[in-house]
């Protein structure tokens, strides 16, 4: 027997992995371009999250049918790869279903494989038929054009043709075996295609094994672009949704960041023995002032960052958004697609600069958000709760206002009214504070 | 009847060497705007009829900051909230009861990262307390039997995971409480949150609080109930913009307990 198969086999195989860990070195790289934030407090419960949220796919059923599709190919997705497994073994030594001794045990997995391939295939064509033909309207939004659009359908195509070898692969093999082909063993149970029999009637078992064995290259070679694909695409979150669920917020939604920077501000101006004119500390004359809010995504947290990436465009926060559906140019999923956008731009600057950030003119803020997407939130945390994944779009919202306001003063001039009564009358409508407890006697 | 009103202030309490109960953090809008100090005062009626010791600090209160900070400007918040705990501190406060969702969201979890830590209750969640203790009882009165919704403010109830505590205020009317399409974690926002009520919208093709008027009259109700003054005052303007002010009246929750009662 030719080593040959094998030896491409390897090859084939590390180009794709080593490929692969190239992406995940350079994701990395990228997410670490955003600010520290301190995840170490109670790992009992980020441990729970990412089981629900992620694992147990808790939150993808508050909508039943997209929930139960995407189940049933998620839960294809990680039961195939046993087989998987199996044809990578088999890749590398050279043999044929190497885990056919288990007998019964194989029968009952190569048969489950097969059904839940088949329900994938429908679920995936379903998915397909949402976006393309009723065109749902989530995902028809401006920020859904182009590139996102045909990227949703490349990933299903390639679901729907990696199905389809896979059951190419078993069908074939099934006849050689019934013709009792030399190295074609009786295993496994076939329940699904079986039916493709008929397609294989009268084909010699030559022909039947340049089809079998072309479906089974053609299948381990698709899944390793796959693989590699994810870094293009929106895809990343069947890996990402484990780390972003883990991390995600654990605080009360409605609670949001107080600033550092400005509470040690705020403790010097109520300071009666502050020295406002006192030289910096040894050491720090040339500390640059911290930055009020974030304009670029080096200014956003890592957190943030892994949110980008791990969002795969599904468009419920957007959906549930009250200022995108009343209209405004607001969409929670655009603040993320854009975020990404970014830190994919300033990687490769990164990339083509040897190592360093050389500035380009350009930032998140007003060539990707603007201000009138920014002006248009509520707070309302509509789309932190439907987020399947746990991303929180409004906290990059809210550290953009921030630099809008305490770094540009560029607040709308209403809001700016009302602050300046805050300050000098304590609310945010020009009533004297003197005046507070006229309810009483009204 | 205002003169029937007993709203002692901390000031009072300290002078006299007592301690209230529990502090009422009245809120901007409950101290000036108009249609909100009708609430203020319904819950006053209430805390004076089951006689709870409460204290307000009048003059001495001042905004959380809420709207400043989700304008973005952490400075003016920052300043508000120190100068706020200041004068709680100084009259050592435990407990605080409040009518507005945005000063319960900041005063619970803004708060204690500044220094000030006190135990923070809605006043649905206050109210709800009372009842359990056998301190208060509610009555249907003109309420049994009518058809009731309720929005869930967002600093509320997606904020702060209290959804049941108005509601289960709204059962003991005897009213028939029916859920909008949209409702609790899902609950569309009325369009004032995030300092949007001092603002005007961007520009869209209809204003946020139509929207959420539009699902609550899809349930018929005669009476949109609200734990809020922002979305009492939106969701008042959608109602008028619907004219329908004359069949569906935006009512507190308080509001619907006081009167229940003739309080």
């Known amino acids: ?132 033909v009723i065109k749902l309207k989530r995902f028809m939004s401006s920020e859904m054009k182009g590139w996102p659009k045909s990227d949703g359908n490349i990933i299903l195509y390639f679901e729907v043709v990696l199905m389809c070898l896979f059951l190419t692969m078993n069908g ?101 023995d502050a020295d406002p004119f006192a030289a910096a500390p040894e050491g720090e004359e040339d500390a640059v002032p911290a930055k009020f809010g974030a304009s670029d995504v080096q200014d956003l947290s890592w957190v943030n960052l892994l949110n980008a990436y791990t969002c795969t465009e599904c468009g419920r926060c957007t959906d549930e958004c009250p200022a995108n559906q009343t209209g405004k140019k607001l969409s929670p999923r655009k603040i993320m697609m854009d975020t990404r956008d970014r830190l994919v731009e300033v990687g490769k600057n990164i990339d083509a600069n040897k190592g360093e950030f050389v500035d380009d003119g350009k930032q998140l803020l007003g060539d990707y958000i603007t201000n009138e997407e920014l002006w248009a939130c509520t707070s309302c945390n509509a789309c932190v709760e439907a987020c399947p994944v746990s991303i929180d779009p409004l906290n990059i919202i809210m550290q953009m206002r921030q630099y809008l306001v305490m770094e540009q003063s560029a607040a709308p001039m209403e809001l700016n009214n009302m602050m300046t009564n805050i300050e000098n009358n304590g609310a945010p409508w020009p009533y004297n504070q003197m005046d507070r407890l006229n309810w009483k006697d009204e | 009847m205002s003169e029937l009103l007993k709203v002692p202030t901390m000031a009072e309490f300290m002078a006299a060497g007592k301690k209230p109960e529990v502090l009422f953090w009245v809120g901007c809008a409950g101290s000036f705007d108009d249609r909100a100090k009708k609430i203020t005062k319904a819950f006053v009626k209430i805390l004076n009829k089951a006689n709870v010791e409460f204290a307000v600090l009048g003059t001495e209160e001042s905004c959380t900051g809420d709207p400043a900070k989700r304008s973005g400007n952490e400075f003016l918040f920052q300043m508000q909230a120190v100068t706020n705990i200041e004068v709680m501190n100084a009259y050592e406060i435990k407990k605080i009861v409040t009518a507005c969702p945005h000063c319960f969201n900041t005063i619970k979890n803004e708060y204690p990262g500044l220094g000030g830590n006190y135990e923070v209750m809605h006043h649905t969640q206050f109210l709800k307390s009372l009842l359990t203790e056998g ?66 919208a961007e520009p869209g093709n209809k204003e946020v609080n139509i929207e959420r008027t539009e699902q609550a009259l899809d349930v018929k109700p005669e009476i949109i109930a609200a734990g809020c003054p922002f979305c009492n005052t939106m969701m008042t303007d959608g109602v008028k913009n619907k004219e329908k002010e004359g069949d569906i009246q935006v009512m507190d929750i308080a509001e619907l307990i006081a009167n229940a009662q003739d309080l």
């Open chain 1, 172 to 272: 074939t093999d099934l006849q050689l075996q019934l013709n009792g082909a030399e190295g074609y063993h009786t295993a496994g149970s076939f329940p699904i295609s079986q039916w493709l029999l008929p397609l294989f009637d009268g084909l010699s078992n030559a022909t039947l094994i340049i089809i079998e064995r072309t479906a089974w290259w053609l299948h381990i070679i698709g899944i390793l672009v796959f693989l590699n694909y994810l870094y293009f695409s929106k895809h990343l979150h069947i890996l990402l949704a484990f780390p972003n669920t883990f991390y995600g917020n654990l605080k009360p939604k409605g609670q949001f960041d107080n600033l550092e920077a400005v509470t040690n501000e705020v403790k010097m101006m109520m300071d009666p």
């Open chain 2, 135 to 200: 301190r208060l009882t509610i009555e249907g009165g003109q309420y049994k039997g009518k058809r009731i919704t309720f929005h869930d403010p967002c600093y509320l109830g997606r904020a702060n995971d209290v959804y049941e505590a108005p509601r289960d205020l709204i059962r003991k009317l005897d009213a028939e409480l029916v859920e909008m399409k949209s409702c609790k974690s899902r609950g569309l926002c009325c369009g004032a949150g995030g300092a949007q009520m001092f603002k005007d």
């Open chain 1, 1 to 132: 027997m030719s080593i040959l198969p094998q030896v491409i086999f390897a090859i084939v195989f590390f180009i794709g992995i080593g490929y692969f860990a190239n992406s995940v070195i350079k994701i990395a790289r990228n997410i670490k371009l955003g600010q520290d934030v301190d995840t170490s407090d109670n790992k009992p419960q980020r441990w729970k999250n990412m089981a629900r949220i992620a694992l147990g796919q808790s939150k993808m059923v508050t909508r039943p049918i997209a929930g139960f599709l995407h189940i049933i190919v998620y839960v294809g997705f990680v039961v195939i790869n046993i087989e998987v497994l199996e044809i990578i073994i088999d890749g590398f030594t050279g043999q044929h279903r190497i885990f056919s001794p288990a007998g019964d045990i194989y029968n009952i997995l190569i048969g489950s494989f097969e059904l839940l391939a088949f329900a994938v295939l429908v679920a995936v064509i379903i998915f397909w038929i949402r976006r393309n």
